[in-house]
């Protein structure tokens, strides 16, 4: 087991002393963390377990999203499929995933610093989104049972975002392409590219999402 620690405060005093130096800025805004690296890929919080470029041999691109792609990879180390999604700067995703674990949310394994981009690096859903799944074909009947164990899991797992969680997390664009079936057909939470991390006395001062689905 990997026991994940976000940075505490003087870990991120000390990124911000050595900004001009290293070229990182690290600031929390509104209960959320937010890191912006340049060329100086060594200054990322050693919260996030490092999973170097060479033990990742990347395949197909599984989706694309305001926030970065995703792709299939093969962890060579670990001999496990994952998926890695491309973004371009260490952004709060990485410090949200870092911070959960629950059945219903994809699993968070680390970061893969490259230049001049980033990989997080996360659990390989066999089974695609919820909504590939939904119009595909080969899926024209679902019987109730099913609907009604889809739904509860995904209660399951926004429930544990906004009670359970070591920081309220609101997903803020929640919607069946932003939910993903494990090889089991198990409901997991993902893409927290629009999340907001709140305290418990907070309260999201804006909305987001996708229309159709708010």
Known sequence: MVCLVPPDLNQQQHYLQQATDVGTIMTEQNGSIEAILDDNLSAIPSAYPIIIREDLDIGRQLG??????????LWKSRKITVAVKKVFMLEKEAYILSRVRHRNIIQFYGVCPTNPDFFIVTEFAEHGSLYDYLHNEEHPNLHFSAILTWATEIAQGVHYLHYEAPDVIIHRDLKSKNIVLSKYNMCKLCDFG??????????????????AWM
Do not use: I
């Not at 629009?194 to 229309?211: D, E, M, Y």
């Open 194 to 211: 629009t999340s907001k991390n709140l305290t418990h006395s907070q309260t999201a001062p804006t909305w987001g999402g996708t229309a």
């Open 64 to 73: 694309a999203g305001a926030y970065g792609s995703v792709y299939s990879a």
